[in-house]
């Protein structure tokens, strides 16, 4: 799976938009990225995934270039518990092998405050 | 739907000793991996096993193994404990199917070795 650079941390105002981008220069063409948070001292949450168009969930927005050397994360309107870890993984999935196995990062910590 | 649950929440063990931690999926997953957190080295893979099979597996010693049964609940098991093995162990679940598919994760396991 390909590395991804992150930020290590980031501030946001609770209410406004939490942008999180990720590098994934050496992301391969079946590779997709994935968004994973944690909140303190829990086990990390599925946020969202994409491999070539933007998504969009009840969470979350996933915008990823042209290009796949990048993406954002867009919390639309972040609240207090927002505020975690957040990790961009980028992971093949398929039946016979990796499925998963997921190579986290060190992750943005996301503050949101008031 | 009862998400995955891990026993015991907590666990004190001293060096030497060994440990069997539990890991329920969630019903009809049949992937089940397993992950170490720890402040220095973050959230890394240990293994994973999909019907009972261990198919993928980290960067660990020996002393780390698990097992899956038949209904998908999967255990892990360190031997001969020590200090550096002082961590949140993490279990996550996933459906296997011919698409992405997110991981759910447990609460975890806090075990410190003293």
């Known amino acids: 799976d390909a590395k991804t650079t992150q930020p290590t941390s980031m501030d946001c105002a609770e209410g406004r938009a939490a942008n999180l981008p990720c590098n994934h220069s050496?992301?391969?063409?079946?590779?997709?990225v994935y968004w994973y948070r944690q909140i303190h001292s829990q086990g990390p949450q599925y946020i969202i995934h994409?491999?070539?168009n933007n998504e969009t969930n009840e969470m979350a927005s996933l915008i990823i270039t042209e290009d796949r050397k990048s993406s954002t994360l867009i919390l639309p309107h972040a609240t207090l518990r927002d505020t975690a870890v957040y990790y961009c993984?980028?992971?093949?999935?398929?039946?016979?092998?990796?499925?998963?196995?997921?190579?986290f990062g060190q992750g943005t910590t996301l503050q949101v405050k008031p | 739907k009862a998400g995955v649950t891990q026993t015991p929440r907590y666990l004190i063990k001293t060096r030497g000793q060994q440990v069997t931690l539990s890991c329920s999926p969630i019903?009809?997953?049949?992937?089940v991996s397993w992950y170490q957190q720890t402040p220095g080295q973050g959230l890394q893979f240990l293994f994973e096993?999909?019907?009972?099979?261990?198919?993928n597996k980290g960067n660990f010693p020996g002393r780390f193994s698990g097992r899956q049964f038949s209904n998908s609940r999967s255990e892990m098991n360190v031997s001969t404990l020590e200090l550096g093995d002082s961590a949140l162990y993490l279990c996550?679940?996933?459906?296997?199917?011919?698409?992405?598919?997110?991981?759910?994760f447990g609460p975890g396991t806090r075990l410190t070795v003293l």
């Open positions: 996550a679940s996933s459906l296997v199917s011919s698409g992405p598919n997110e991981q759910f």
């Open positions: 050496t992301i391969s063409g079946n590779e997709y």
């Open positions: 994409g491999l070539k």
């Open positions: 993984i980028a992971h093949t999935p398929t039946i016979s092998s990796n499925t998963g196995k997921l190579i």
């Open positions: 019903s009809g997953h049949r992937s």
């Open positions: 096993y999909f019907s009972e099979t261990q198919r």
